[in-house]
């Protein structure tokens, strides 16, 4: 998988920018705020539609602008796909594949293979539960559109049941066949995505314990833990039996809609016991995980790109990382950081062709 050709229009504060990459390495360098990380957002946003780092669609339009454009010319499997992701303002965001718009955004997904290690990682970490099941549910909807699908049925009728709890709560009334039709649906998909669940991390956690141990070499002992409701019966059962509360909150309560992940380091939390240096190879393993699944799934090496993730770790780590992207395992890799120097120390240690770009 290779980006050769990036094209932007006011995408963030770029203004009209083009790219010609190397197949192997591209480093964006310079000072902070010139527009490093929005370079690799740019090319996330052409994989997945949406911006890895701002939700919010209009703010990646640049100030006084009225559209953005980021095009992209990839390469896959010897076959070019050309990607374009447009905004206007006072319309809806335009996918287009070859040409030809998308109808649904979720027919895009897994096309363009592709992991983002960041510093903003660290939300996985510190946030609540419903940025680890994303994580989770972006790595398995890569590669398994049925998965995505179940999902999105999944989250269509948990909305239709909280705004049917609200409707009995606001109007002091009561449907028990309503509910039970609900409940149903959210029984039978809820059951799906929780096995699919289940199988992704047994293959998963394997990968990711030996990413950890290549990127840290140390003795101590880290996990991945998945929590969730169906671990204590069968959803159906679950929501009969926590209806009460579901009235009184006006919404459900249980389901998979609230399944976890927990890490931990010598079976404690890493949120509370991890020294930064610990957290951060714990992501770096996570996502390098995720690439190696994604691969594995799909049978295509994802792009790579690594958002400033040189700093604060040792000399060590890092010389830990770079011996393990200096392999054809990996294909194509961006690099972002702040100092051009270290940048070019670091790729030169990679035996591989590379390109560095200084915004």
Same mark, same amino acid.
């Given at each position: ?143 398994? %559109?049925?998965?995505? =699908? ?11 049941? $909280? @705004? !049917? *709890? &609200? ?51 140390? %003795?101590?002992?880290? =996990? ?11 959803? $159906? @059962? !679950? *929501? &009969? ?71 604060? *770790? ?46």
């Amino acid at each position: 998988m290779h980006l050769n050709t990036l094209s932007l229009v006011n995408y963030k504060n770029f203004e009209s920018q083009v790219f010609d990459f190397d197949n192997k390495i591209n480093c964006f360098v310079g000072a902070n705020g010139i527009g490093k990380t929005n370079a690799l957002d740019a090319i996330y946003h052409l994989a997945f539609g949406k911006s890895y780092f701002n939700p919010i669609a209009l703010q990646n339009i640049k100030h006084g602008e009225d559209y953005f454009v980021t095009d992209g010319a990839f390469l896959k499997n010897g076959k070019p796909e050309k990607i374009v992701v447009s905004l206007k303002r006072g319309q809806k965001k335009v996918i287009k594949r070859n040409g030809k718009a998308y109808e649904k955004f979720s027919e895009h997904v897994g096309l363009i293979p592709l992991v983002i290690i960041s510093p903003a990682d660290r939300d996985l970490i510190i946030e609540g539960s419903d940025t680890r099941r994303k994580f989770i549910d972006s790595v398995i909807s890569q590669s398994n %559109k049925t998965y995505l =699908n179940q999902l999105i049925a999944y989250n269509k009728v948990l909305s239709q049941r $909280n @705004a !049917l *709890l &609200k409707y009995f709560a606001l109007n002091n009334t009561f449907n028990t066949d309503t509910l039970a039709i609900y409940n149903e649906q959210l029984h039978t998909y809820g059951r799906e995505i929780f096995e699919q669940r289940e199988e992704f991390l047994k293959i998963f956690i394997p990968i990711f314990k030996e990413r950890y141990e290549a990127i840290s070499q140390s %003795k101590e002992v880290i =996990n991945l833990k998945y929590k969730s409701d169906l671990f204590e019966g069968e959803l $159906n @059962a !679950l *929501l &009969k039996s926590n209806l009460n509360k579901d009235k009184a909150l006006q919404y459900t309560s249980v389901g998979i809609h609230k399944d976890d992940l927990i890490f931990l380091i010598d079976d404690f939390p890493i949120k509370k016991f991890g020294s930064q240096g610990q957290q951060k190879s714990f992501l770096i393993a996570l996502k390098l995980a995720q690439f190696d699944f994604i691969k594995q799934q799909s049978g295509v090496a994802p792009i790579l790109l690594l958002d400033d993730i040189f700093d604060k *770790l040792d000399e060590n780590r890092v010389a830990q990382i770079i011996s393990l992207v200096d392999d054809d395992h990996f294909g194509q890799i961006f690099i972002s950081d702040t100092h051009p120097e270290r940048t070019e120390a670091i790729v030169k240690q990679i035996h591989q062709s590379y390109k560095i770009f200084k915004l």
